[in-house]
Antibody, heavy 121, light 107 residues
């Protein structure tokens, strides 16, 4: 059974940093692209970042470029999201997600349960 | 960036009704479209990908159609377990964009 388990969410002040982790099991992690997706009541679902199977390619939504870094450790079957210079608008539930699809086009076939990040003073 | 617009935002229906949700893309995305179902407090669940391919294990009452810029998700006979929020997602490139969601509620 595919399992994705996020951790690391919490309350952080504006301008602060947080690192999210996602532990995976039940599939060959190194053969899948992975993503982070966030959800807020106001903006709905928003894709945040993608990372290629070997970590050699990374893509970000414009609003987090230069502040967030996606990474993976294929030896530990884990995905991470380093979030710096956090803003109130980054407040959301963050989901770790497994991608499936085609050469350059991926949809999400499994999601974690989500971890809440709250940016507030 | 490609924008996705769903309609309606909310839909009231009864068990047994045929339900149709529309998703429009701001530019052509061929058939690079997926549909998800989300229930309160839970992660989204994949229903359909590449516009019309039913994910394994998803009931056949769900179907998808469309290409280019206009797509539909149809539930042929609404069941009690189907009351939820539905999202479309385009995946025509490395970036992905979601629609704002359609909440299907009990009439």
């Amino acid at each position: 059974e595919v399992q994705l388990m996020e951790s690391g969410g919490g309350l952080v002040q504006p301008g602060g940093s947080l690192r999210l982790s996602c532990a995976t099991s039940g599939f060959t992690f190194s053969t899948y692209w992975m993503s982070w997706v966030r959800q807020t009541p106001g903006k709905g679902l928003e894709w945040v970042a993608n990372i290629k199977k070997d970590g050699s390619e990374k893509y970000y939504v414009d609003s987090v470029k230069g502040r967030f870094t996606i990474s993976r450790d294929n030896a530990k079957n884990s995905l991470s999201l380093q979030m710096n210079s956090l803003r109130a608008e980054d407040t959301a539930v963050y989901y770790c997600a497994r991608n499936r699809g085609y050469t350059n086009s991926f949809f999400i076939d499994h999601w974690g349960q989500g971890t809440l990040v709250t940016v507030s003073s | 960036d490609i924008q996705m617009t769903q309609s309606p935002s909310t839909l009231s229906a009864s068990v047994g009704d045929r339900v149709t949700i529309t998703c429009r893309a701001s530019q052509s995305i061929s058939t690079w479209l997926a549909w998800y179902q989300q229930k309160p407090g839970k992660a989204p669940k994949l229903l359909i990908y590449k516009a019309s391919i039913l994910e394994t294990g998803v009931p056949s009452r769900f179907s998808g159609s469309g290409s280019g810029t206009e797509f539909t998700l149809t539930i042929s006979s609404l069941q009690p377990d189907d009351f939820a929020t539905y999202y479309c997602q385009q995946f025509s490139s490395y970036s992905q964009t979601f629609g704002q969601g359609t909440k299907v509620e009990i009439k």
